[in-house]
């Protein structure tokens, strides 16, 4: 693979192009150095074989290339099947931001490649050459973008040390309703014990990050446009890099979920890598254990279908959170609903080396009730019963479709009793 990058001769370009150069002398990849103009001049070749000559002494093989045409079109068209594009960027001047975006985020919005765009050249250089780690923050929204940008990061460590700083930004109002943890802070703050579950997800969510480094992970409460809070973030915390990715989206979807990529090349003041969702290294999955199920009942014998499954879908050292939601207005107090919950629990539980958790909670919805508290505790899966044997809202029961509408973890719905 090719590392490519875009070059007007300028002072910018030129940080640029010594970043490509270092990156590809250590990841021994050949370098494209590539200049595009409206029209042909017999100088532009000596010109690209000047500058090539100079970045020689960074130990990259180099390959330069003259084209005609418009930008960002035949950059990209230069670039297929790279590894990484490089661009410079004129500053972090106000003024200058609409000037440079036209290029830098027409890129990022549809090169298939990771894009990195230059602001100091300084911190790669000396991260290249092993004189200290590289400060990455990533941006991650727990989407696939996201985890094609994490991946990319991470694989820097392939040149030497990063510290990696996982951020993700939560809307506090929207998650603390989501998780049921209400009153009591600003408007613009998470209650500590929503923090912690966020960044307990966070984590479970990023898995384990192989390499020389630090990992951190950040969750930041923050309203309206991500992009602005990224930027503020990594600006507060002085990185060099800032990773987020990319849905390259377009027409009205663009226009109405917006850019966090397009903002963050627009005003960040430290480089930027925006990375497409398309980039994600087509890895086969690893099968999945679960650890611990909540398994929802109302203690009617139907409900009482999917407590056999929940139970089986573990391994010993597993965890059931056995649930019934009660009615505000029921007069038995909770002790009453445990004693019954305790009541299902299959004589075989302790002796396959799975533990039972009993929860009694009130709430005058149940399909809220559960979806929250599957977050509150980050169970991996959730399993309750379902009326009928078909996907369809009557089959499924109103509570189940709910339910299913809702969770973020995988559901399963048992339609008959267990044979």
């Known amino acids: 693979?090719?590392?490519?990058?875009?070059?007007?001769?300028?002072?910018?370009?030129?940080?640029?192009?010594?970043?490509?150069?270092?990156?590809?002398?250590r990841l021994s990849e050949p370098l494209k150095l590539?200049?595009?103009?409206?029209?042909?001049?017999a100088t532009l070749q000596t010109r690209l074989a000047e500058q090539a000559s100079k970045l020689l002494a960074h130990g990259a093989q180099i390959e330069v290339e003259a084209l005609s045409g418009g930008l960002p079109d035949k950059?990209?068209?230069?670039?297929?099947?790279?590894?990484?594009?490089?661009?410079?960027?004129?500053?972090?001047?106000?003024?200058?931001?609409?000037?440079?975006g036209s290029v830098a985020e027409g890129l990022a919005q549809r090169a298939p490649s990771p894009v990195l765009v230059v602001r100091d050249s300084a911190g790669i250089e000396a991260f290249a050459a092993g004189e200290r780690a590289l400060s990455v923050m990533v941006g991650v929204a727990l989407d696939e973008a996201s985890k094609a940008a994490l991946s990319w990061a991470s694989e820097l460590r392939a040149i030497g040390a990063c510290d990696l700083n996982v951020t993700q930004i939560a809307w506090?109002?929207?998650?603390?309703?989501?998780?049921?943890?209400?009153?009591?802070?600003?408007?613009?703050?998470?209650r500590p014990e929503l923090e912690q579950i966020l960044r307990r997800d966070l984590q479970d969510w990023a898995g384990s990050l192989a390499g020389p480094g630090k990992t951190e992970f950040s969750v930041r409460p923050g309203w309206g446009r991500v992009d602005t809070h990224l930027t503020q973030c990594a600006a507060e915390t002085n990185v060099?890099?800032?990773?987020?990715?990319?849905?390259?989206?377009?027409?009205?979807?663009?226009?109405?979920r917006g850019s966090t990529a397009s903002g963050a090349i627009r005003y960040a003041s430290c480089n930027v890598a925006s990375v497409p969702r398309t980039s994600a290294r087509g890895e086969q999955p690893g099968i999945r254990s679960f650890r611990s199920v909540l398994v929802a009942t109302d203690l009617s014998t139907l409900a009482g279908r999917a407590i056999a499954p929940g139970y089986g879908m573990l391994r010993a050292g597993?965890?059931?959170?056995?649930?019934?939601?009660?009615?505000?207005?029921?007069?038995e107090p909770e002790s009453v609903f445990k004693e019954k919950l305790a009541k299902?629990?299959?004589?075989a539980a302790a002796a396959k080396g799975i533990e039972t958790d009993l929860h009694v909670v009130s709430d005058a919805e149940p399909n809220r009730a559960i979806c929250r508290l599957a977050g509150r505790l980050g169970v991996d899966a959730v399993c309750m019963s379902t009326r009928g044997r078909?996907?369809?809202?009557?089959?499924?029961?109103?509570?189940?479709?709910?339910?299913?509408?809702?969770?973020?973890q995988p559901l399963l719905l048992v339609t008959r009793e267990p044979e």
Do not use: K, N, Y
Request: net charge neutral; charged share 15%; glycine share 12%.
């Open 390 to 408: 078909g996907l369809s809202a009557l089959a499924l029961g109103s509570q189940a479709q709910a339910v299913l509408r809702e969770l973020r």
């Open 34 to 41: 590539v200049h595009v103009s409206s029209g042909s001049d």
């Open 318 to 331: 597993g965890v059931v959170h056995l649930l019934f939601v009660r009615d505000p207005a029921a007069p």
């Open 1 to 25: 693979m090719t590392i490519v990058c875009g070059t007007d001769f300028s002072a910018g370009s030129w940080q640029a192009a010594q970043a490509a150069a270092v990156m590809a002398a």
């Open 344 to 347: 299902l629990v299959p004589s």
């Open 75 to 100: 950059l990209i068209d230069a670039a297929q099947g790279a590894r990484l594009i490089v661009v410079s960027s004129r500053g972090a001047a106000r003024q200058d931001r609409w000037l440079q």
């Open 240 to 256: 060099d890099l800032l990773v987020v990715g990319t849905h390259q989206r377009t027409g009205l979807a663009r226009l109405w």
């Open 172 to 190: 506090p109002f929207g998650e603390h309703a989501r998780l049921g943890i209400g009153g009591g802070t600003a408007p613009d703050q998470l």
